[in-house]
């Protein structure tokens, strides 16, 4: 996810795009940059940094510009640095483009260029675009652009100009969401409302597959498969600026809970890279996911699907692992490194000790250009784009997503699973944002049974083999943003202790697919009963109600609700989520 910015009218241009690329910030910090027509060019002033960092040493703040776009990314192809910041120009420096989203098809578009002579300055996937467009342009910029647009594959937020046509910035959008803010004279083009808020709250939404000429006096948004124009409503919005950031959630963690199931169309387009290190993995005999926090139960998840094909794959804490059982690795085994934000300092020092040790060290990674990407052989990016509360949510779910392809994909190269079954998994995986959205439509239920269990004083979680790490994973959100106790155990333990706790009115969340273990669990359910506990059960006919899916996938699905429980708990006994006591988003320290 990033922010793109344009504007277009009377006044000085770059201070107001990089006032606006300071509203989209929450859509990615790692570079930025703007780029302005003046005397017949376009000057680009862009590098590694956050938005105010690159505006201090900018030389272009004090141009004359009335016109000009601008980004704030949040790296996907190519780490965070001073030439894979956007703004991104052809050859010819006629075109420059700014894009959010991901070009599925770039390395072909970009071997496709080489071959006719083009020159690449970046490892991103959007720099094909400006060189694409001075491909086709045979003097109408327009149209050069459609036809561009129209060879790429995959999402995009696009805003470009072109130096010979000093009046209109370009707009086109697929998947990734822009918006033209609609002034007096002038026009805003961001890619989401908190950026043209100041200014205007009269704003015209971009759908789909539609394109716009955007002039200071002038908006025409067409068709991009007919060039038919559009007439497009020009809504109010009701909402502040802080509101909006959120797009209306009243916390960035419910937000980033709407955003799941986008978190497993996301993983699903590592698929390439996952196979690939899928293929390196499957000449290893022992391999251990190496993590902290949720990122952990995420890689216990990947354990437990390791296994039901017959690999072997160890989960061990990093705080653990950097002690203790790195003293086992050497060449013959491999490590997955997981983490949202690549920073931290158990997780790093973990993979660094392995390295040193010879193992073959993979991450499963959110944050590109972090710095276990740099550590690791091979990279696997969730793209579940920044996730800006504390507790983790999507970042979890995408991780779960990827650990279970890649699981998958190496049981497929040992030839433990059919391509068939794969396919088959493959096809319900597609199904799955949906599925999440069946979950995400059932919050004011789950809000209401969270509401009447505020007051509980403690919480047990209970799960077996690949639903232990869900019950974890329930079990740590609640703690950590409604500072209830919580425990998580696999079922089977609860009679080797745990049980002594139960009594009249302990809630006993329990983790319960329609699956091979179902009797099992019930017997767990039956001595929790017994004792007078509070059943609630995860499963398709339970109180927090789940869709029917393959029950490999159930991890991705099963934690949606605990994840909205635990929300609603906490905002029920008025504590902000966003910003829980005592924690951190990245613990960067020991
Ligand atoms: C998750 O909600 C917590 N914020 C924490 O457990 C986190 O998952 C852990 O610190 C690991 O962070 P990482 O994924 O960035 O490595």
Same mark, same amino acid.
């Given at each position: 996810m990033c922010g793109i910015a344009g504007y277009t009218g009377e006044r000085n241009a770059p201070k107001i795009l990089f006032d606006m690329l300071k509203k989209l910030e929450?859509? @990615?910090?790692?570079s930025a940059g703007v780029a302005c027509f003046y005397e017949g060019k376009t000057i680009v002033s862009r590098g590694k940094g956050k938005v105010d960092e690159v505006r201090k040493r900018s030389k272009i703040n004090d141009l004359d510009s009335k016109i000009g776009i601008a980004h704030t990314r949040w790296a996907t192809? @190519?780490?965070?640095s001073d030439e894979n910041s956007h703004p991104h120009s052809d050859c010819t420096k006629q075109f420059t483009v700014c894009h959010n989203g991901i070009v599925e098809n770039y390395k072909e578009l970009r071997e496709e260029l080489t071959a006719r002579g083009h020159k690449f300055l970046s490892q991103t996937d959007t720099e094909v675009i400006p060189h694409l467009i001075e491909e086709i342009y045979t003097g109408n910029f327009e149209t050069a652009f459609v036809s561009a647009v129209k060879k790429l594959r995959g999402s995009f937020a696009l805003v470009a100009i072109d130096s010979c046509s000093p009046d209109e910035i370009l707009v086109a959008r697929k998947e990734s969401p822009l918006i033209i803010g609609i002034g007096i004279g002038e026009n805003f083009i961001a890619s989401d409302t908190p950026a043209v808020l100041s200014e205007t709250k009269k704003v015209i939404i971009l759908e789909d597959l539609e394109y716009g000429i955007i002039k200071k006096n002038s908006v025409s948004i067409k068709r991009l498969d007919t060039g038919l124009p559009l007439e497009k409503a020009v809504q109010d919005i009701k909402w502040d600026v802080k509101a909006a950031e959120k797009e209306g959630f009243d916390h960035y963690m419910l937000k980033e809970i709407f955003e799941e199931p986008a978190a497993v169309k996301n993983a699903l387009k590592g698929l390439d890279d996952i196979k690939a290190a899928a293929k390196k993995l499957s000449k290893y005999g022992r391999i251990y996911i190496v993590a902290c926090g949720t990122a952990s139960y995420a890689g216990l998840v990947g354990k437990y699907v390791f296994e039901r094909f017959g690999i072997c794959a160890e989960t061990v804490i990093a705080s653990e692992f950097r002690y203790s059982t790195v003293n086992t690795t050497d060449k013959k085994c491999a490590v997955i490194a997981v983490s949202q934000s690549g920073e931290t300092a158990d997780t790093l020092a973990s993979v660094k000790e392995a390295k040193n040790r010879g193992a073959y060290i993979v991450s499963v990674v959110n944050a590109v250009g972090s710095s276990l990407t740099r550590l690791a052989d091979d990279n696997i990016y969730?793209?579940?784009?920044?996730?800006?509360?504390?507790?983790?949510t999507k970042a979890y779910v995408g991780q779960a997503t990827t650990l279970t392809l890649l699981a998958l994909s190496e049981a497929r190269e040992l030839g433990k699973i059919t391509e068939a079954y794969q396919n088959e998994i493959l096809d319900d995986l597609h199904r799955m944002p949906d599925k999440i959205n069946m979950v995400l439509n059932e919050r004011e239920h789950i809000k209401k049974l969270a509401l009447q269990l505020r007051d509980c004083k403690s919480f047990f979680y209970l799960g077996r083999r690949l639903n232990y790490p869900t019950a974890l994973e329930g079990a740590l959100k609640l703690k950590e943003i409604s500072y209830v106790h919580a425990e998580a155990y696999p @079922?089977?333990?609860?009679?080797?202790?745990?049980?002594?706790?139960?009594?009249? @009115?302990v809630p006993v969340i329990c983790v319960a697919p329609n699956d091979d273990l179902k009797e099992k669990m019930e017997s767990n359910m039956q001595e929790a009963r017994a004792r007078k506990a509070t059943i609630i059960r995860v499963a398709e006919d339970g109180e927090l109600k789940v869709p029917v899916c393959d029950p490999i996938l159930s991890p991705i699905l099963y934690v949606v609700p605990l994840h909205l429980f635990a929300y609603y708990l906490s905002t029920g006994k008025g504590i902000d989520p966003d910003k829980p006591r005592n924690l951190a988003k990245s613990v960067t320290v020991e």
């Open positions: 929450y859509r @990615g910090y790692d192809h @190519g780490e965070p969730a793209y579940s784009g920044p996730e800006i509360a504390v507790a983790s @079922g089977g333990e609860l009679k080797h202790g745990p049980l002594a706790l139960l009594e009249k @009115g």
